[in-house]
């Protein structure tokens, strides 16, 4: 049955409060319903407002819809149509709107052009000399503020960075990284500061994809040599927190700094001791499953996150103390702590370090099953596919074998040798 409208713009224009209950005394206020839960209300001294009256949970509550002034009665119920629309969902209106409040109030506190931002950042970086401070700075000011300066820092995105980098990306590549490890740097302290949620619009892989394809020198990043890599993890091991438990997880898998940071409890199977990861946060858009050794069982079973057991499926592995994903620079700043320069190890590097490893020490490993473990492929989609479950068994006593050397001490394990070849040679025949 439709709703009667019971106030005219006349009737509205010419009401007045409620009569003194008693001679001499002061005038009342008057509600006047204009049907669906809409009042004007007019108060004793004359002013006009309209409020919308609902009960929720038992209780009667009253939400102000504005004044007279400013409201038209069509206004008014136009805005009474939302609020009964979201009773009608369950949604308490005056709730949401203090929801919307409190997150334009947030939104607001965010509000941080990007030369703030990178003002303040390097403020608080503890840089060793006056000599790298000037650097940052003039990276910032030749490249960086042209282009996004002015911008709030959560307008920026990935496609900005990629604008910033695009002119000295080819001939000037290791420079363009060194000023893109820094954008991120700046874009994480004004999510620590602000509280802003989401991805850094600096992160490394989406903005590769943004920009030309460039080959490194020497065909790698940094990376520790493979022989390194034991007295690495021991370093790795001595740190504490859940940062230095993630770059040592992405040590053992091989898999990108990206997809590692961003795993969560329902892609892991331990049971199983798989890892599926969804296609949608892959690089190559494909479905890959890792198979998880016993070492990295048992550092996964030690994280907060997992509540002894009694994790959420849907919370992130590593938890940053903010609650919420650690950025890159975050995990890079844990290589830093453990002693390695940025020219010396990157994350990125980390997957170079396993694949040089099967390289020089299993020869009977196939080039491509070698590739597939740290996930560089250059087939078909549906090759890739086929291929995830088909290479699987041969790579989990590839990975087993890697996370082995990487918890044996320095002492234990000589340099150049590689693991038993018995322990590979049943699962890699095909």
Request: net charge positive.
């Amino acid at each position: 049955m439709p709703l009667t409208k019971k106030l005219t713009a006349a009737a509205v224009k010419h009401a007045t409060p409620l009569a003194p209950a008693q001679p001499g005394g002061k005038p009342r206020a008057r509600y006047l319903s204009d049907g669906g839960n809409l009042f004007l209300q007019v108060s004793p001294s004359g002013s006009k407002s309209w409020i919308f009256r609902y009960a929720r949970n038992g209780r009667e509550r009253e939400a102000g819809l504005g004044g007279l002034d400013v409201v038209s009665l069509a206004m008014a119920r136009v805005r009474a149509l939302d609020m009964r629309q979201q009773l009608s969902t369950g949604v308490d209106p005056l709730s949401a709107e203090r929801t919307a409040r409190r997150e334009a109030r947030r939104a607001n506190s965010q509000r941080m052009s990007f030369n703030k931002a990178a003002e303040k950042a390097l403020a608080d970086r503890k840089l060793k000399t006056d000599k790298q401070r000037r650097e940052w700075q003039s990276h910032f000011e030749r490249f960086a503020s042209p282009v996004i300066g002015r911008l709030d820092c959560h307008e920026v995105r990935p496609e900005d960075i990629a604008a910033v980098l695009r002119p000295i990306w080819t001939e000037m590549n290791p420079t363009a990284r060194v000023i893109l490890r820094r954008l991120q740097v700046v874009f994480d302290w004004w999510q620590r500061e602000t509280g802003a949620s989401g991805e850094n619009p600096a992160d490394t892989e989406a903005v590769e994809k943004l920009l030309p394809r460039v080959e490194h020198e020497g065909g790698h990043r940094a990376a520790i040599e493979w022989k390194h890599m034991p007295d690495a993890m021991a370093k790795l091991r001595a740190l504490e927190g859940t940062a230095a438990r993630a770059v040592e997880f992405l040590a053992h898998v091989g898999v990108r700094e990206q997809v590692a940071r961003l795993v969560t409890w329902s892609e892991l199977d331990l049971d199983a001791a798989h890892w599926s990861i969804p296609a949608e946060r892959m690089k190559m858009d494909s479905p890959f499953t890792v198979p998880l050794s016993v070492p990295v069982l048992d550092l996964l079973r030690a994280l907060p996150s997992y509540h002894g057991g009694d994790f959420d499926p849907a919370a992130l592995v590593f938890l940053s103390p903010r609650g919420r994903a650690y950025a890159n620079s975050q995990l890079n700043d844990v290589l830093r702590d453990a002693g390695y320069q940025t020219g010396e190890a990157t994350l990125h590097g980390l997957r170079t370090s396993v694949r040089s490893w099967i390289g020089d020490t299993m020869p009977d490993v196939p080039p491509h099953v070698g590739d597939a473990v740290i996930q560089h492929e250059k087939r078909g989609k549906l090759r890739r596919i086929y291929e995830r479950t088909v290479f699987l068994s041969q790579r989990e006593p590839i990975m087993k074998a890697w996370s082995a050397y990487l918890t044996e001490s320095a002492k234990t394990v000589a340099s150049d040798s590689a693991p038993p070849a018995e322990v590979l040679e049943a699962e890699l025949a095909n």
